[in-house]
């Protein structure tokens, strides 16, 4: 058998198909991260922040009402009852405000969930801060468990003024094999 | 194997087992051209519906399945097929090689073609439909709403892919490595040009477009959410992933067009191609464009404005180097001494419309005004004045000139001559008058409108009729010249063509250049 270099077809083929590899790797190991991490720093695309805010400036901003809207709903096969407690809010940029969404386990073994969280219009989403979520940590729910779960969260002073209505999406996840898993592995 | 000359094979196993590009080439293009009967049957159920308003014949469902057939089965099962074919056929003979590089991979790559398509034809008659979220097959329209039909979509996507990719592979290892001593690179024919970049586009993109599909296939079954924002993943991403791919592949399709036209132009014309450099660097320049503008199929999805702006000058750009090729073109038949036979005419009805097309696409690129013309029918008019009096004008005027050539038989000029001036004026009686519904503000890929679009849809009706039934009248000329058209021997068919594919006998013999041409 002849050596890849004596063969210039080969050698033709080879080169080609290893840009063929790197196009195909390049998607997923480029360009989904490179998409997520550009959206971050432009804050385009709903995602808000994973991270606890901490207040700097405490200054409300009575001049104006932004609208909050709550949605949860649940990822495909994910049985539990997930609903906030109030649909809608009216608040005051700069001020702290707390509210309650409810989980139920309506099965009879313990189970684990995520919430995830998005924000529409995609512009308001680096103005949206949580200083206390459900959504950074997990939710462990025993059988038949109910919970209350609390999000405090403030609209930043410098929300543009076109925004009136922001609304909060939360869809839950069940982990409770990836959990099972990890506490296995530790 | 001994040194003497064999023949093909007899019977099917010619066709099964074939390795002589010329075979590959013919099978190539008569795939292509059924697929292309099959896709235009589905446009002529689309303007059957659309040729009143309300629901007529068929219902929603069907006709966005029929809307997303059409793409599909046009672009990757009758264009790019087509092409490929008539790379196989030319390039060995225009370079003066005996044969693609990889003949065994040729024939791979054609065989896993007609499974594909009928896997994708397949999801049709699987419960759900078939697909029905347009060609471009957005998420989550095409993942968390989709059809459990899907994943054989997904299957046959990466199928025809992998066709493509080796198909590229095998003419960038052709043009590198078999070229006859003396054919440089600055003397190929441009047709062996366009392809070459092109297979290079393709190589570089259908991978792309194999890991959006991949993608889809882990949201739908694996649980990942790259395209699902409730699982923090992100639909626009869809978007930029396909049209990575989709802007160079429109590129793919029409690259290898201004290849034949910058063959059959000069022929006829019967003077050199004017400008061969400036021709070369424009496909090239063309090529580097098509990667940095596909965001401009997107202004509507919130970009910030330095992308808009960015995408919007990039894309004016290519009108640089694709105002360069079609000023070459008519100065190349600047007081030539031309003549009309039937490839010049669709070689000219291609350099008017694609100029058409070129303008609209000028229109669309401008941000601001896309924003009212993004997804109406605007944008159908704009392309498929670059797809059809493009791609298939040009692969039209291919048959036609080198038809002869390949069956030693001349096709009857009249008929070709009726068929060129019925499918040019079936054509913009189509296409033309959708410039205006898509003004006035019709959305595309709906199968129902308002009734102030009535009378416009249906001369367009009347006319995609006239442009089908013309393309029967092509079949039947092809089927009747190769069956009884009058014999040629001349070596060259028309006195103006230039190349090593007119040096060889005709009809071309099975084998030709097995000892390489000397090109001065």
Same mark, same amino acid.
């Given at each position: 058998?002849?050596?890849?270099?004596?063969?210039?077809?080969?050698?033709?083929?080879?080169?080609?198909?290893?840009?063929?590899?790197?196009?195909?790797?390049?998607?997923?190991?480029?360009?989904?991260?490179?998409?997520?991490?550009?959206?971050?720093?432009?804050?385009?695309?709903?995602?808000?922040?994973?991270?606890?805010?901490?207040?700097?400036?405490?200054?409300?901003?009575?001049?104006?009402?932004?609208?909050?809207?709550?949605?949860?709903?649940?990822?495909?096969?994910?049985?539990?009852?997930?609903?906030?407690?109030?649909?809608?809010?009216?608040?005051?940029?700069?001020?702290?405000?707390?509210?309650?969404?409810?989980?139920?386990?309506?099965?009879?073994?313990?189970?684990?969930?995520?919430?995830?969280?998005?924000?529409?219009?995609?512009?308001?989403?680096?103005?949206?801060?949580?200083?206390?979520?459900?959504?950074?940590?997990?939710?462990?729910?025993?059988?038949?468990?109910?919970?209350?779960?609390?999000?405090?969260?403030?609209?930043?002073?410098?929300?543009?003024?076109?925004?009136?209505?922001?609304?909060?999406?939360?869809?839950?996840?069940?982990?409770?094999?990836?959990?099972?898993?990890?506490?296995?592995?530790? | 194997?001994?040194?003497?000359?064999?023949?093909?094979?007899?019977?099917?196993?010619?066709?099964?087992?074939?390795?002589?590009?010329?075979?590959?080439?013919?099978?190539?293009?008569?795939?292509?051209?059924?697929?292309?009967?099959?896709?235009?049957?589905?446009?002529?159920?689309?303007?059957?519906?659309?040729?009143?308003?309300?629901?007529?014949?068929?219902?929603?469902?069907?006709?966005?399945?029929?809307?997303?057939?059409?793409?599909?089965?046009?672009?990757?099962?009758?264009?790019?097929?087509?092409?490929?074919?008539?790379?196989?056929?030319?390039?060995?003979?225009?370079?003066?090689?005996?044969?693609?590089?990889?003949?065994?991979?040729?024939?791979?790559?054609?065989?896993?073609?007609?499974?594909?398509?009928?896997?994708?034809?397949?999801?049709?008659?699987?419960?759900?439909?078939?697909?029905?979220?347009?060609?471009?097959?957005?998420?989550?329209?095409?993942?968390?709403?989709?059809?459990?039909?899907?994943?054989?979509?997904?299957?046959?996507?990466?199928?025809?892919?992998?066709?493509?990719?080796?198909?590229?592979?095998?003419?960038?290892?052709?043009?590198?490595?078999?070229?006859?001593?003396? $054919?440089?690179?600055?003397? *190929? +024919?441009?047709?062996?040009?366009?392809? %070459?970049?092109? #297979?290079?586009? &393709? =190589? @570089? !993109?259908?991978?792309?477009?194999?890991?959006?599909?991949?993608?889809?296939?882990?949201?739908?079954?694996?649980?990942?959410?790259?395209?699902?924002?409730?699982?923090?993943?992100?639909?626009?991403?869809?978007?930029?992933?396909?049209?990575?791919?989709?802007?160079?592949?429109?590129?793919?399709?029409?690259?290898?067009?201004?290849?034949?036209?910058?063959?059959?132009?000069?022929?006829?014309?019967?003077?050199?191609?004017?400008?061969?450099?400036?021709?070369?660097?424009?496909?090239?320049?063309?090529?580097?464009?098509?990667?940095?503008?596909?965001?401009?199929? $997107?202004?509507?999805?919130? *970009? +910030?404005?330095?992308?808009?702006?960015? %995408?919007?000058? #990039?894309?004016? &750009? =290519? @009108? !640089?180097?694709?105002?360069?090729?079609?000023?070459?073109?008519?100065?190349?038949?600047?007081?030539?001494?031309?003549?009309?036979?039937?490839?010049?005419?669709?070689?000219?009805?291609?350099?008017?419309?694609?100029?058409?097309?070129?303008?609209?696409?000028?229109?669309?690129?401008?941000?601001?005004?896309?924003?009212?013309?993004?997804?109406?029918?605007?944008?159908?008019?704009?392309?498929?004045?670059?797809?059809?009096?493009?791609?298939?004008?040009?692969?039209?005027?291919?048959?036609?000139?080198?038809?002869?050539?390949?069956?030693?038989?001349?096709?009857?000029?009249?008929?070709?001559?009726?068929?060129?001036?019925?499918?040019?004026?079936?054509?913009?009686?189509?296409?033309?008058?959708?410039?205006?519904?898509?003004?006035?503000?019709?959305?595309?890929?709906?199968?129902?409108?308002?009734?102030?679009?009535?009378?416009?849809?249906?001369?367009?009706?009347?006319?995609?009729?006239?442009?089908?039934?013309?393309?029967?009248?092509?079949?039947?000329?092809?089927?009747?010249?190769?069956?009884?058209?009058?014999?040629?021997?001349?070596?060259?068919?028309?006195?103006?063509?230039?190349?090593?594919?007119?040096?060889?006998?005709?009809?071309?013999?099975?084998?030709?250049?097995?000892?390489?041409?000397?090109?001065?």
């Amino acid at each position: 058998m002849r050596l890849l270099g004596d063969n210039p077809v080969a050698l033709t083929v080879a080169k080609l198909a290893a840009v063929v590899v790197i196009m195909f790797s390049f998607v997923f190991v480029v360009m989904v991260p490179l998409y997520n991490v550009l959206c971050d720093a432009l804050g385009i695309n709903g995602k808000t922040s994973g991270q606890r805010y901490e207040a700097t400036v405490i200054q409300i901003d009575e001049s104006r009402e932004v609208t909050i809207q709550f949605i949860a709903t649940n990822s495909d096969g994910m049985p539990w009852e997930f609903r906030p407690t109030q649909t809608m809010m009216k608040v005051n940029p700069g001020a702290v405000n707390d509210t309650v969404f409810l989980a139920r386990n309506p099965l009879p073994r313990d189970m684990v969930a995520q919430a995830i969280p998005s924000v529409s219009p995609a512009r308001a989403a680096e103005y949206f801060h949580k200083t206390e979520c459900f959504c950074f940590n997990n939710q462990p729910l025993g059988g038949m468990e109910s919970t209350e779960m609390p999000l405090q969260f403030i609209v930043d002073q410098d929300l543009p003024r076109d925004i009136r209505t922001i609304t909060l999406s939360y869809t839950m996840f069940d982990i409770t094999e990836m959990a099972l898993d990890a506490v296995a592995s530790r | 194997m001994g040194d003497h000359h064999h023949g093909p094979a007899k019977g099917l196993s010619r066709w099964l087992f074939a390795t002589n590009h010329k075979d590959i080439g013919t099978m190539y293009l008569w795939f292509s051209f059924a697929m292309f009967l099959v896709g235009g049957a589905f446009a002529m159920i689309i303007r059957a519906e659309l040729f009143q308003p309300g629901m007529q014949l068929i219902r929603p469902e069907f006709f966005n399945q029929m809307t997303t057939m059409h793409g599909l089965i046009m672009v990757f099962g009758a264009i790019m097929p087509a092409f490929v074919g008539l790379a196989n056929w030319m390039i060995p003979m225009m370079i003066g090689a005996p044969d693609m590089a990889l003949p065994r991979m040729n024939n791979w790559s054609f065989w896993i073609l007609p499974p594909a398509f009928l896997l994708l034809l397949a999801t049709m008659f699987m419960e759900g439909g078939g697909p029905a979220f347009g060609w471009t097959f957005y998420a989550p329209l095409s993942t968390t709403y989709a059809p459990p039909s899907v994943t054989f979509f997904i299957f046959g996507v990466h199928i025809l892919g992998l066709s493509s990719i080796m198909g590229s592979i095998n003419i960038v290892a052709t043009v590198m490595n078999l070229r006859a001593p003396g $054919m440089t690179y600055m003397k *190929m +024919p441009l047709f062996v040009w366009t392809w %070459f970049i092109t #297979a290079y586009l &393709l =190589i @570089a !993109v259908m991978p792309v477009l194999a890991g959006a599909v991949t993608m889809m296939l882990m949201d739908i079954h694996f649980g990942t959410s790259f395209f699902s924002a409730a699982g923090g993943g992100d639909p626009v991403l869809f978007q930029h992933v396909f049209w990575f791919f989709g802007h160079p592949e429109v590129y793919i399709i029409i690259l290898p067009a201004f290849g034949v036209v910058s063959q059959i132009i000069p022929a006829f014309a019967r003077k050199p191609l004017f400008g061969y450099d400036s021709m070369v660097y424009a496909t090239a320049s063309i090529a580097f464009l098509s990667f940095i503008v596909w965001a401009h199929h $997107m202004y509507t999805v919130g *970009m +910030p404005i330095a992308g808009e702006l960015f %995408f919007m000058y #990039a894309t004016m &750009l =290519i @009108a !640089v180097p694709t105002g360069v090729k079609v000023f070459n073109w008519i100065t190349t038949m600047w007081r030539g001494a031309m003549t009309f036979e039937t490839p010049m005419l669709f070689c000219i009805g291609f350099v008017v419309l694609f100029t058409i097309g070129g303008f609209t696409g000028l229109m669309l690129s401008i941000a601001p005004s896309d924003f009212q013309y993004h997804d109406s029918y605007f944008v159908v008019a704009h392309f498929h004045y670059v797809m059809v009096a493009g791609a298939v004008f040009s692969m039209t005027a291919a048959v036609y000139y080198w038809l002869p050539k390949w069956c030693g038989k001349m096709y009857n000029e009249t008929m070709g001559k009726t068929h060129f001036w019925i499918s040019f004026i079936g054509f913009n009686v189509t296409f033309f008058p959708q410039h205006f519904v898509g003004l006035a503000g019709m959305p595309r890929r709906i199968p129902d409108y308002a009734l102030q679009f009535a009378d416009f849809n249906m001369i367009s009706s009347i006319g995609a009729f006239i442009y089908g039934a013309s393309q029967i009248l092509f079949l039947y000329n092809v089927i009747a010249t190769i069956v009884g058209g009058k014999p040629i021997s001349d070596e060259k068919v028309w006195d103006g063509a230039e190349g090593l594919e007119w040096t060889v006998p005709t009809p071309a013999p099975f084998h030709t250049f097995s000892t390489p041409p000397q090109v001065r």
